[in-house]
């Protein structure tokens, strides 16, 4: 049986970020994904890059140079809008702010070409981990070949299969889903759409409802329409049939200014249900010897706060730098990681939360325009 002696299950920013900085201070882990490629499925649209979190963990895993080379420029003006279109707040980008915006697939790619050839291993689905004794693990995988390891890391997601040696703790839905659409080329092909969304970010935001967007490196805009509703709200719906699936979003903003009902109208397709889950905020385990998580697998929380991939990237570097300042003490490294791990992430979870009530208010979104004043 193959052993690893550090195995990292996920390629994610967070899963990549601790393979740079154990890599750099040439210490080798395998890294394991379940995508055939690294160029299996998109990566999703923009994010933005705090500077006391994801550019932190760039710079501990000396990239922070070649990331601002990927910033896009103006990503982060911000337009708050009411159902009316109405602008109630607006901020230019005026290129001093310490979130710019980046691409995510350039971001993922930057990590990856950092890594030496072969670190990640493709096409390697896990579908379970055992603990054998000392720290150790065996992990199967869904070709039915298996592997152990001294040190394993749940980089893997909302759905982690590495989590149950750790947490019974699973994701519960949080009450919002997200219809995704994208409008490509938008300047030329939807121009009254990019004059709403602006050269940055929109929240168009009502009670219950609203319409997020962001304009994306390629010129395109990516749209979520965002709905508080059951989460079985879309079961029935053949969402492979745009017309049907438009009609059934649209549905609920028939009293919306046009402008932004177009944002979904006008989509060339597909629209993507998307239900958000979470993790209990404070979701925290006792120390299990030789395993952790980092990312999402550790303390998924709803999008509202844009700390998901920050947090997922600190964590990799944090957990990385802690292995690399106690060689050969293993278990005092990951106890380290852990401890500043749960405070902060606690406090993100219910950052993201508090935004989530405020974004689809019954007065929205005057609680927003209120956070982006205080913010100021």
Do not use: C
Not at 132 to 161: I, K, M, N, Q
Not at 183 to 202: I, M, N, Y
Request: proline share 6%; glycine share 12%; net charge negative.
């Amino acid at each position: 049986m193959t052993h690893h002696p550090i195995a990292l299950v996920g390629a994610g920013l967070g899963g990549l970020t601790l393979a740079r900085v154990l890599s750099a201070h040439g210490v080798e882990a395998a890294v394991l994904d379940l995508d055939a490629s690294p160029t299996a499925r998109a990566q999703g649209g923009m994010l933005d890059i705090h500077e006391d979190s994801g550019q932190a963990a760039l710079r501990a895993a000396g990239l922070h140079e070649e990331f601002r080379a990927l910033v896009l420029p103006g990503g982060e003006a911000v337009r708050v809008l009411d159902r009316d279109a109405v602008v109630r707040h607006a901020e230019a980008d005026d290129g001093a702010g310490g979130r710019p915006e980046v691409d995510r697939g350039a971001l993922r790619d930057l990590l990856l070409g950092s890594l030496p050839e072969g670190t990640v291993r493709w096409g390697a689905k896990v579908t379970g981990a055992r603990a054998l004794g000392g720290g150790r693990h065996e992990v199967s995988l869904a070709d039915g070949t298996a592997f152990t390891t001294d040190l394993l890391v749940g980089a893997d997601g909302a759905w982690s299969r590495i989590r149950p040696l750790l947490s019974a703790a699973r994701p519960a839905y949080t009450g919002v889903s997200f219809v995704e659409a994208d409008l490509p080329d938008a300047d030329a092909r939807h121009p009254a759409s990019a004059e709403v969304v602006g050269g940055g970010l929109l929240f168009a935001l009502g009670p219950g409802r609203g319409f997020l967007a962001h304009r994306e490196a390629d010129g395109g805009l990516h749209v979520y329409a965002a709905l508080r509703v059951a989460e079985d709200w879309a079961d029935g719906v053949d969402f492979t049939d745009l017309d049907t699936a438009k009609a059934y979003v649209l549905h609920h903003f028939t009293d919306w200014d046009e402008s932004l009902r177009a944002l979904v109208a006008d989509a060339p397709g597909p629209l993507i249900p998307r239900p958000i889950h979470a993790l209990p905020v404070g979701h925290r385990w006792e120390r299990v010897p030789g395993v952790t998580l980092l990312g999402d697998a550790a303390h998924l929380m709803s999008p509202f706060a844009g700390e998901g991939a920050n947090l997922a990237m600190l964590d990799g570097a944090e957990l990385g730098r802690a292995l690399v300042e106690r060689p050969g003490e293993r278990e005092a490294a990951l106890a380290a990681y852990e401890e500043r791990l749960f405070p902060r992430s606690t406090a993100a979870a219910a950052e993201s939360a508090a935004n989530s009530t405020a974004l689809f208010a019954e007065d929205a979104p005057g609680p927003v325009v209120d956070l982006f004043a205080a913010h100021a």
